[in-house]
């Protein structure tokens, strides 16, 4: 029972590591799983049957050994191994470079017609890369309060407060580091029950703001730099309200979004256009908060209509169901 326990075990293992690693498994590897126990004709040829039932290239595989089993010398089934190896390894490598060019065409794709969208959508909208928070009303309502919204942030743990790279992996591109943190509150209208029970009064305050998509607390904590980039649609724009703001250096730190440069100040308010380049960076040795918001963009009519539509297309994908589903666990 051992014996066959030990052959089972050596089979599927070294099975596994040559159709998982493409080739990359070496030859000895597969000699010595086998070389103690191959006289057991029958066992190995019962254990590649059960193996069988797998992933296609995996059927293709194992179907091929049980078919060249009976008879054979160890050399012979060594070199069979090594022809399937490589085998699996040019389908794989195939299997790969389709999908890559497919998500690639899908990306470019995407990009035009969201650029092209957005020339139609922004008609009539202001094209500034900074707007007067005072233009919307509820802004004077967030700053009143920005203590409440500080003490709750406050009254956080800092475990509780994950890197935002965690909660979704494509912020590592402009946050090698990962010191660029994010307590989620709202992803792109999904409540984080979680979280928001956590900060009851500013979750109050967030849901009296029209057409809000977005909340979180975001951390820069000191060193923390965050590479050029723009965000995805700018049928959303994005509102800063400064909680906790470096004592000393301030210039240090800093957000500049289309070349022009802004240093926040405690309990003041930032609203900009984050589909336009922009960068931040806190190169001090205390911690920058803000309260972050995304809300949606205000639009003429009937393009307020299809805003909403493709906001709502957005929250569906695989990006924000991920920051949502992390935030929450």
């Given at each position: 029972m051992?014996?066959?326990?030990?052959?089972?075990?050596?089979?599927?293992?070294?099975?596994?590591?040559?159709?998982?690693?493409?080739?990359?498994?070496?030859?000895?590897?597969?000699?010595?799983?086998?070389?103690?126990s191959?006289?057991?004709?029958?066992?190995?040829?019962?254990?590649?049957?059960?193996?069988?039932?797998?992933?296609?290239?995996?059927?293709?595989?194992?179907?091929?050994?049980?078919?060249?089993?009976?008879?054979?010398?160890?050399?012979?089934?060594?070199?069979?191994?090594?022809?399937?190896?490589?085998?699996?390894?040019?389908?794989?490598?195939?299997?790969?470079?389709w999908?890559?060019?497919?998500?690639?065409?899908?990306?470019?794709?995407?990009?035009?017609?969201?650029?092209?969208?957005?020339?139609?959508?922004?008609?009539?909208?202001?094209k500034?890369?900074?707007?007067?928070?005072?233009?919307?009303?509820?802004?004077?309502?967030?700053?009143?309060?920005?203590?409440?919204?500080?003490?709750?942030?406050?009254?956080?743990?800092?475990?509780?407060?994950?890197?935002?790279?965690?909660l979704?992996?494509?912020?590592?591109?402009?946050?090698?580091k990962?010191?660029?943190?994010?307590?989620?509150?709202?992803?792109?209208?999904?409540?984080?029950?979680k979280?928001?029970?956590?900060?009851?009064?500013?979750?109050?305050?967030?849901?009296e703001?029209?057409?809000?998509?977005?909340?979180?607390?975001?951390?820069?904590?000191?060193?923390?730099?965050?590479?050029?980039?723009?965000?995805?649609y700018?049928?959303?724009?994005?509102?800063?309200?400064?909680?906790?703001?470096?004592?000393?250096?301030?210039?240090?730190?800093?957000?500049?979004?289309?070349?022009?440069?802004?240093?926040?100040?405690?309990?003041?308010?930032?609203?900009?256009?984050?589909?336009?380049?922009?960068?931040?960076y806190?190169?001090?040795?205390?911690?920058?908060?803000?309260?972050?918001?995304?809300?949606?963009?205000?639009?003429?009519?009937?393009?307020?209509?299809?805003?909403?539509f493709?906001?709502?297309?957005?929250?569906?994908?695989?990006?924000?169901?991920?920051?949502?589903?992390?935030?929450?666990?």
């Open positions: 051992k014996q066959h326990q030990s052959l089972f075990s050596s089979i599927y293992t070294a099975t596994f590591v040559v159709i998982s690693r493409g080739g990359a498994c070496p030859r000895c590897h597969i000699f010595n799983a086998f070389k103690d191959f006289s057991d004709v029958h066992l190995l040829i019962k254990a590649i049957s059960i193996l069988g039932s797998g992933h296609s290239l995996q059927s293709f595989y194992i179907s091929h050994l049980a078919s060249i089993i009976k008879g054979i010398t160890l050399l012979s089934f060594t070199r069979h191994l090594i022809y399937l190896n490589n085998c699996a390894s040019i389908i794989l490598f195939y299997q790969y470079l999908a890559s060019c497919y998500l690639f065409m899908i990306n470019a794709i995407l990009k035009f017609l969201i650029s092209l969208l957005e020339s139609f959508l922004l008609i009539g909208s202001s500034a890369a900074f707007f007067d928070a005072a233009a919307f009303v509820w802004t004077k309502k967030m700053e009143d309060n920005y203590l409440i919204i500080r003490d709750e942030f406050l009254a956080l743990q800092s475990t509780q407060i994950p890197s935002f790279a965690t979704s992996p494509e912020q590592e591109r402009i946050n090698e990962q010191d660029w943190k994010a307590f989620v509150l709202l992803a792109y209208g999904n409540w984080v029950d979280n928001s029970k956590l900060c009851p009064q500013t979750t109050q305050l967030l849901k703001i029209p057409a809000i998509k977005s909340a979180m607390f975001s951390v820069l904590a000191p060193g923390t730099v965050l590479i050029p980039h723009r965000g995805p700018r049928g959303v724009l994005r509102y800063h309200l400064a909680l906790m703001v470096p004592k000393q250096n301030a210039a240090d730190c800093a957000l500049i979004v289309d070349h022009q440069k802004i240093s926040w100040q405690e309990g003041s308010a930032y609203v900009f256009d984050d589909g336009y380049e922009h960068e931040a806190n190169r001090t040795s205390e911690p920058r908060v803000v309260l972050f918001i995304d809300f949606e963009r205000p639009l003429l009519f009937p393009f307020n209509f299809l805003n909403r493709l906001i709502f297309v957005i929250s569906q994908t695989p990006f924000i169901k991920r920051i949502y589903r992390n935030a929450g666990d």
